[in-house]
């Protein structure tokens, strides 16, 4: 059963993995859309939702230009909801607290994410420079052939991405949810608020406009004092 | 059209996303040139290019137009090489401000209100509010690029993308005050908190927006308020 799990939820990963960059990037990739298909595909969506809230916003803002490669929140997100959904299953725990449990592992591991990636990109300039030698000697059948292997390099890169995730969640949380269960179940309200909140920041700290954070208070105290009202 | 959808499958360190421009451009160039003419036009389209995937497909359409007026022996104000040189660059900074400064974080907080709701259907809300606009942009521009040639560059100015790109974000930075405030409300609910400390979370925000623009990564950010809050509640 955990087998059919991670086949699952791998091919997830390299679906989502591939819309990242090589595929037609149509939002696959972001954890509010990964993290909850993952989560149905698994048996519960309502975790993939959770996971996905506390993931979106954490690096929405890093822009994808040029050679910049952000750290890999999709493989976090559905990595860090098969933990959740697997753990939760396997120990009954709280589903909140596992979720934010293991964000909270996910999250340093997928910065592997991008040591993957860098190696996909780089069999890929091999592919390169194999295309522009076989161009100028006249054959020019290779360019589809070529450009499609890249999306291998970058399947394989998500999925490994994913296995690293899971195979050291799962040392971490076996031999760590214990200890901070307590922990968990006191504070994991905070952290399911603080999490979409740093997110938050990330964003307004990263809009450059003159007047972003005077908006986002206004919108703030205005909503909240009209909620509190109501 | 539909190869240009994959346009970085091979996207490599060395010339970009080059192979992936040729892989879109191959069947045209196959139909128009031949032999020698052939070998040219495929090392002309492998020189190195850069630019914003949803932004390739204007220029990808004019290149075609292009090319089809260099096989007619028709010349134009600019060369194929020049035009995509010259406007890769601009067309990536508008579609990097416009899609993923302005329509992704747009989309992502609208689907979040849903997802806060416990809603499943956040994700496909999520998929839509960003892709009807992405795909209307992809394949009309496409097309126009063919049909205008280099008159789409003017097209693409008349569109105003840095000031809708402005909008958008004030847009987003209001939502996302509000479902701040809606998660700082639910939370004083859940805790049995008074509402006052709500208000608290304002300068919070405010020192994580300045930690932000002195460097501060998110994670660190996210690993210094766990511990926060495990200290606070352990103790």
Redesign the interface.
């Known amino acids: 059963m955990f087998l059919f799990e991670l086949i699952a939820a791998a091919l997830i990963s390299i679906i989502a993995g591939i819309d990242r ?8 990739s ?1 954890p ?2 990964a993290a ?2 993952t989560g ?1 595909v698994l048996g519960n ?2 975790i993939g ?1 959770e996971v ?2 506390l993931l ?6 890093w ?5 910049s490669i952000p ?1 890999d929140d999709t493989q976090i997100a559905v990595g860090a909801t098969f933990l959740s959904v697997v753990f939760t299953e396997y120990w009954k725990a709280d589903p909140t607290a596992m979720a934010v449990f293991a964000v ?1 592992i996910s ?2 591991l997928g910065r592997i994410g991008v040591f993957f990636d860098r190696l996909a ?2 069999y ?2 091999r ?3 194999r ?2 030698r076989s ?2 000697n ?1 054959v ?1 059948e290779e ?2 052939g ?6 291998l390099y ?1 399947g394989l890169s998500s999925v490994l991405s994913f296995l690293v995730i899971v195979l050291a969640g799962t040392v971490i949380l076996l031999n760590f949810y214990p200890l ?1 269960e307590k ?1 968990l179940l ?2 994991s ?3 399911k ?15 450059r ?1 003159g007047h ?2 005077t ?7 205005s ?2 004092l009209l ?2 009202y109501f | 059209m539909c190869r240009c959808l994959l346009l970085q499958a091979s996207w490599n360190f060395g010339r970009l996303q080059n192979i992936g421009f040729l892989f879109a451009m191959a069947p045209a160039l196959r139909w128009l040139y031949q032999d020698d003419d052939l070998e040219m036009a495929f090392a002309r389209h492998l020189e190195k290019f850069n630019t914003h995937p949803y932004m390739a497909g204007p220029i990808l359409g004019v290149s075609l137009e292009l090319e089809e007026k260099r096989r007619a022996g028709e010349e134009d104000l600019v060369d194929v090489e020049n035009f995509k040189t010259m406007t890769m660059a601009p067309y990536g900074a508008m579609g990097d401000a416009f899609f993923w400064g302005g329509m992704r974080p747009l989309a992502a907080v609208i689907a979040l209100f849903f997802a806060l709701y416990g809603s499943l259907l956040a994700p496909l809300v999520f998929v839509l509010v960003f892709n009807v606009p992405h795909f209307w942009c992809r394949l009309v521009w496409f097309w126009k690029g063919y049909r205008q040639g280099l008159g789409m560059v003017r097209t693409i100015q008349g569109w105003g993308f840095p000031d809708l790109a402005i909008r958008i974000k004030e847009t987003t930075v209001i939502l996302l005050g509000g479902m701040c405030a809606y998660l700082v409300f639910l939370l004083t609910g859940e805790e049995g908190m008074p509402m006052v400390y709500g208000l608290l979370a304002a300068p919070l925000i405010c020192a994580g927006v300045f930690m932000v623009r002195k460097g501060c990564s998110s994670l660190a950010l996210l690993i210094s308020v766990a511990l926060m809050v495990f200290l606070s509640v352990g103790l």
């Not at chain 1, 822009?63 to 050679?67: E, L, M, T």
């Open positions: 960059t090589a595929g037609p990037q149509i939002m696959l972001r509010l859309v909850p298909l149905l969506g309502m939702l996905g809230v979106e916003l954490i690096w929405l803002a822009v994808p230009a040029g050679a750290p909270l999250c340093p990109r780089g890929n300039d592919g390169n420079s295309l522009l161009v100028k006249g020019l360019v589809e070529v450009h499609l292997l890249g999306l970058f901070v922990l006191m504070g309200n905070f952290l608020t603080a999490f979409p909140l740093i997110g938050a920041a990330t964003i307004i700290g990263t809009i406009l972003t954070v908006l986002f208070l206004v919108s703030f105290m909503t909240l909620l509190w």
